[in-house]
């Protein structure tokens, strides 16, 4: 018989929710495509979805994790802060030893 752990992280800041996986895959979509409407069409989610969940980690985190640019000849866009970036990267990291100890666990489970 195999047994799975089943487990989903996130950092909350008052009651609000800062980060989690969702969140930082949008944040890595608008990092890759340079904009949060490329962003939210490659993760198939709405636009005003997207615009909210950066808008509440924005409003969320210490310092913003976004810079916007005002339109132009190319549109405008959207980039991550270096602290953006220390987030995600930090988050992928305690997710990883997350998951790390939670296999460690589930092999004492299953020696039983």
């Known amino acids: 018989m195999g047994y799975k752990i089943k487990s989903r992280i996130w950092i909350e800041s ?15 979509a608008i990092q890759e495509n340079g904009s949060l409407s490329k962003g ?5 989610i709405s636009y005003k979805k997207a615009w909210g969940l ?11 994790v976004t810079i916007n640019s ?3 000849k190319g549109g405008g866009g959207v980039e991550l802060t270096e602290y953006g970036q220390k987030l995600i ?12 100890f939670l296999d460690e666990q589930l092999a004492k489970f299953e020696e039983l």
């Open 89 to 100: 990267n930090t988050f992928d990291e305690i997710n990883k030893d997350c998951w790390k």
């Open 14 to 28: 008052d009651d609000n929710v800062l980060l989690g996986e969702g969140r930082v895959h949008l944040l890595k």
């Open 54 to 64: 950066l808008d509440s980690v924005n409003k969320s985190a210490k310092e913003p």
């Open 40 to 44: 939210a069409k490659s993760l198939n």
């Open 70 to 72: 005002v339109g132009g």
